[in-house]
């Protein structure tokens, strides 16, 4: 498995409102990543163009990155037409990569969803913000003899134990609770290095109150999350609050600005870049969201594709508000087969 160092980690992380460099002494000039709370500073782009010819940008690129919720599926049904979809950029050659901010899952858990869907995935093709947890403090040669405390679901457990560190926290806190009595005082572990905060459907005080007594008086205490999402696609009749929220808290609480390692921080795109040997000009990064899926393909310098089967709609897009621009949008995935159909 190819690893980046700590320089290259720390230039692609995501930190609201800084300018990172890789190093003093670096050949590429700073680059001023991009969030969500920072979309609205961003240079205006021309407005994206309506996906007319599928073949025209399957032929531009050599490899798809597909978000998976809103995109590939919605909760656990699959969106219609996405298996031939896949088949059919296999069959030219394309590599296909898939990258969710969904935290819940690790890499092996969500190739066992991709086959219960009927989706043939390697696990090696499948990038999880669970998996970029780990990923992020391996590059950073994150002490072993230090601990991680877990605001999240077992995906990130997975991956943690995966890579060798040890943890505390996750689900099994989801059931304990506070009393508080007069004079109280709550223990945490001096010896937590990172607090990991992810979608959480176990959240509580308890993590609340752990987590920021970890950051806030553990002398170094990293603050990293999987990512900010403000919904997500836990059914397909409803958006759910997403794990941004559990983020806002500790942000909340700690005062402090998280290190992001999911989408739109660029550090998956670069790990990729490295691991597969892939030009970030000859990807195309296929998304729903616009300050996470095209954000993302835009800070990595890829083409961007926004589908409007997940959380953004036309009138978002289209909105004079919105200042993020996809190169081109479409209704779904399957379009890459139905209009190369009506193009013949």
Request: aromatic share 10%.
């Amino acid at each position: 498995m190819m690893l980046v160092s700590r320089a290259a980690a720390l230039s692609f992380v995501s930190v609201p409102n800084r300018t990172l460099f890789s190093s003093p002494s670096s050949l590429l000039p700073p680059v001023r990543l991009r969030n969500s709370r920072m979309a609205s500073f961003s240079p205006v782009r021309a407005s994206a163009q309506k996906l007319q010819n599928p073949d025209e940008l399957i032929d531009s690129v050599e490899t798809f990155i597909f978000d998976c919720d809103g995109v590939i599926w919605k909760g656990d049904s699959l969106i219609d037409g996405v298996p031939q979809t896949l088949d059919m950029l296999r069959s030219k050659g394309k590599r296909l990569v898939f990258v969710t901010n969904n935290s819940t899952k690790s890499r092996k858990q969500y190739g066992k969803k991709f086959e219960t869907l009927g989706l043939n995935v390697n696990e090696e093709e499948i990038f999880a913000s669970s998996f970029a947890a780990a990923a992020y403090l391996k590059s950073i040669d994150f002490p072993k003899d230090k601990k991680v405390y877990v605001i999240g679901e077992d995906g990130i457990l997975k991956e943690l134990e995966l890579a060798g560190f040890q943890y505390l926290g996750g689900p099994a806190d989801g059931d304990k609770k506070i009393e508080l009595k007069p004079g109280f005082y709550m223990e945490h572990d001096e010896n937590v290095g990172a607090v990991v905060v992810g979608f959480d459907r176990y959240f509580n005080y308890y993590k609340v109150q752990y987590g920021t007594l970890c950051i806030r008086e553990n002398p170094g205490c990293l603050f990293i999350a999987t990512n900010r999402d403000a919904v997500t696609h836990l059914t397909d009749a409803q958006e759910w609050a997403g794990g941004g929220s559990m983020v806002g808290a500790i942000r909340g609480s700690t005062q402090k600005e998280p290190l992001v390692v999911g989408k739109p921080s660029t550090f998956m795109m670069d790990y990729l870049s490295n691991k597969f040997g892939i030009l970030k000009s000859q990807i195309c990064m296929v998304g729903d969201r616009l300050d996470t899926d095209i954000l993302f393909g835009q800070n990595g310098g890829c083409k961007t594709l926004l589908v409007l089967s997940g959380v953004t709609n036309l009138q978002m897009l289209q909105s004079p508000d919105n200042n993020i621009q996809p190169d081109f949008y479409t209704n779904k995935v399957s379009d890459f087969l139905t209009l190369k159909a009506a193009t013949v």
